[in-house]
C-alpha cells in the first residue's frame, strides 16, 4: 500500500510543478507577458549631394554631345537658373537648330541662362545662341569669341579647368576659395604698441620679425596654385550678384524630413 501511494504523491506533485502552483515551475500559460519595448523610429535616409547643384537653386551642367543630350539640356533648361558648359562641345545642325529654339523660349527675363563658351566651341554653335538679354555668354579671352562677359585667364588654365570637369571633378572644387586673415589678440597688439608698432598687421616692420626672417630657408620652393576655372566662377559670382540685387528671387530653403515618433 505504500508504493502506490508513493506513486500518487509523486504523480500529484509533478502535475503541480507542471501547473506552477510550486515554486520554481514554470510560469502558467494564462499569465500575461510583459509589454515588448517600442521599436525605435526609423531615420529618414539623407539623399547623396548632387555635385552638379551650385547651391542656391543654381545648377551646372557640362554638354559633351549636343545631339545625344539634346532632352537633358531642355530639362536643365526648364529649373530656375542653369549654367551650361559647351567649352568643348560638338553637335550637328539638327542639335543647334533645337538647342537655339529651346534657349529662346526658355530664356526670358527675369530668368537668366548662363552658357560658357570657349575656342573649343564649334562656331557654327556660338553663332546659334540667340542675342537675347537673358542669355549670358561667359568665355575667357580669345580671338573670335564673342561674349557678353569676358573673363581675362590663361588659355592653359581653362582648357585644363576643362579636362578636370570632363573627368568628373566637382563644379564647387574649382569655383571654392578659401581666404586666410591673420589673427592679432589683444597680446600680440600690446606687444606690438609696445615696441613703437603703428601697423601690427605689417610683422616685417619689426625688428624681431626681421631676425626671425634671417633664420628661415632662402629658396623655399613655390606653392602649388590649385586649379580654379575662372570662368566658371564668374558665372556662378554674378548669379550671387543678381541674389543681392533682388533681380532674383532668392531660393526657399529647403527643411530636413522630421521623423515621425510612433
Request: proline share 11%; net charge neutral; charged share 25%.
Amino acid at each position: 500500500m505504500i508504493a502506490p501511494a508513493a506513486r500518487l504523491l509523486r504523480r500529484i506533485a509533478a502535475l503541480l510543478l507542471a501547473g506552477g502552483v510550486i515554486a520554481g515551475g514554470p510560469v502558467a500559460s494564462g499569465a500575461e507577458s510583459p509589454p515588448a519595448a517600442p521599436a525605435p523610429a526609423a531615420q529618414p535616409e539623407k539623399p547623396a549631394a548632387d555635385p552638379n547643384d551650385l547651391g542656391q537653386g543654381l545648377r551646372y551642367l557640362r554638354v559633351g554631345n549636343l545631339d545625344a543630350e539634346a532632352a537633358t539640356v531642355e530639362a536643365a533648361l526648364s529649373r530656375p537658373v542653369v549654367i551650361l558648359d559647351l567649352r568643348g562641345a560638338i553637335a550637328g545642325e539638327a542639335a543647334t537648330a533645337r538647342f537655339a529654339a529651346a534657349l529662346q523660349q526658355t530664356a526670358t527675363p527675369p530668368k537668366p541662362v548662363f552658357v560658357l563658351v570657349g575656342p573649343d566651341t564649334p562656331a557654327e554653335l556660338r553663332a546659334a545662341i540667340p542675342d537675347a538679354p537673358a542669355i549670358l555668354t561667359v568665355g575667357a579671352v580669345a580671338n573670335g569669341v564673342n561674349v557678353r562677359i569676358a573673363v581675362h585667364t590663361d588659355p592653359a588654365r581653362d582648357r585644363a579647368a576643362c579636362a578636370a570637369l570632363a573627368a568628373g571633378a566637382a563644379p564647387a572644387s574649382l569655383i571654392e576659395e578659401k581666404l586666410e586673415k591673420r589673427r592679432f589678440d589683444e597680446a600680440r597688439l600690446a606687444q606690438a604698441h609696445a615696441g613703437g608698432g603703428d601697423n601690427p598687421s605689417e610683422e616685417s616692420d619689426r625688428p624681431e620679425a626681421s631676425v626671425k626672417s634671417d633664420k628661415l630657408p632662402s629658396a623655399a620652393p613655390p606653392a602649388e596654385v590649385p586649379l580654379k576655372d575662372l570662368v566658371l566662377q564668374r558665372a556662378v559670382f554674378l548669379h550671387r550678384t543678381l541674389i543681392a540685387l533682388g533681380r532674383l528671387p532668392e531660393p526657399p530653403v529647403e527643411k530636413e524630413p522630421v521623423a515621425k515618433s510612433r
